[in-house]
């Protein structure tokens, strides 16, 4: 436990900051994971319809710190060709 004032203050914010961080991340990955199910199932009307919204929330992610810009490119990157060759199969 924390001595100082400023080192109490600190642990506060590390605590406020990880479950902002948590919920982030929580939202990325089942929102990922719903578009996933989609492509399983293959709910190609609905893959469609969710893939803008978790591209969206990938991006968030990354604006948000939780996840890198290069390991969002590589999510957004397969899950679209993952799509379009849903949608050519069909």
């Known amino acids: 436990m924390p001595n ?3 080192a109490k203050k600190r642990m506060r914010q590390n605590e406020k900051r990880r479950q902002v961080n948590r919920s982030n ?3 990325l990955r089942t929102a990922i994971k719903n578009l996933r199910t989609a492509f399983s199932a293959e709910a190609s009307d609905e893959a469609q319809t969710l893939l803008p919204k978790t591209i969206s929330i990938i991006d968030k992610a990354v604006q948000k710190g939780v996840l890198h810009k290069n390991a969002a490119a590589r999510y957004k990157s397969r899950l679209t060709v993952r799509a379009a060759n849903q949608t050519t199969a069909q």
């Open 4 to 6: 100082h004032k400023s």
């Open 25 to 27: 991340r929580t939202r």
